[in-house]
């Protein structure tokens, strides 16, 4: 029988094989897609909002220039 000492060299010749990483990565990356294949969900549409005219601003109102005419007109007497 053999030891564990033994057994050494054979498992790191094993894992060092490149045949073995390769197929490792290969494996390890086909589960990833799977896993991800299952747990894939689309994502519900959004409905988008209009967004709505604002009413333009209103124009500078006159009657305030006219307010400050007259009370001119009325502090000069």
Known sequence: MMNTHDFLPVIKA???DKRVIITAV???LFMD???FVVKYRKKPKVKKVKKA???PAPAPAENSAEESG???ADGGE
Do not use: R
């Open 33 to 35: 897609l799977c896993a």
């Open 26 to 28: 290969i494996v390890f």
């Open 14 to 16: 094993v894992l060092s």
């Open 70 to 72: 007259d009370d001119e």
């Open 53 to 55: 005219i604002a009413a």
